[in-house]
Nanobody
Framework: EVQLVETGGGLVQPGGSLRLSCAVS????????MSWVRQAPGKGLEWVSS????????YDADYLKGRFSISRDNANNTLYLQMNSLKSEDKAVYYC??????????????RGQGTRVHVSS
C-alpha cells in the first residue's frame, strides 16, 4: 500500500522557520519525482515545490521568492520542505504528492493526509 505521511507542522511566529517531512512507504521512493502543495483556508490547492527522483532538479513557485527549499533523502524514504521567513499567508495545510514517474512534468497520483501550518504572533 502506498503511504505518504507528513509531519512537522505547527504554530510558528512570522519570520520563523519550520521543516516539514514526508515519510513514504509501499513503493520505491527513488523511482518517483515528488512535490509539495498547500491549501489555505477557503482556497484551492496551490503548488509549492517539486523535486526530481534523485534531487538533481528542484523547482519552486515564484511567489516563494526563495524562502522555501525542497529536498529528499532517498536512503530514508523521506521528502522535506524547509520553510524560512514564514508569513501569515503561508498558513495552510501542506501535502506531499507523488508523481507517476521520475520527472516532475508528469502527473501526480498519490497524496498524504497533510500537516497544518499556522503562522501567527
Amino acid at each position: 500500500e502506498v503511504q505518504l505521511v507528513e509531519t512537522g507542522g505547527g504554530l510558528v511566529q512570522p519570520g520563523g522557520s519550520l521543516r516539514l517531512s514526508c515519510a513514504v512507504s509501499g513503493f520505491t521512493f527513488d523511482d518517483y519525482a515528488m512535490s509539495w502543495v498547500r491549501q489555505a483556508p477557503g482556497k484551492g490547492l496551490e503548488w509549492v515545490s517539486s523535486i526530481s527522483w534523485n534531487g538533481g532538479n528542484t523547482y519552486d513557485a515564484d511567489y516563494l521568492k526563495g524562502r522555501f527549499s525542497i529536498s529528499r533523502d532517498n536512503a530514508n524514504n523521506t521528502l522535506y520542505l524547509q520553510m524560512n521567513s514564514l508569513k501569515s499567508e503561508d498558513k495552510a495545510v501542506y501535502y506531499c504528492e507523488r508523481h507517476i514517474s521520475l520527472t516532475v512534468s508528469d502527473a501526480l497520483d498519490a497524496r498524504g493526509q497533510g500537516t497544518r501550518v499556522h503562522v501567527s504572533s
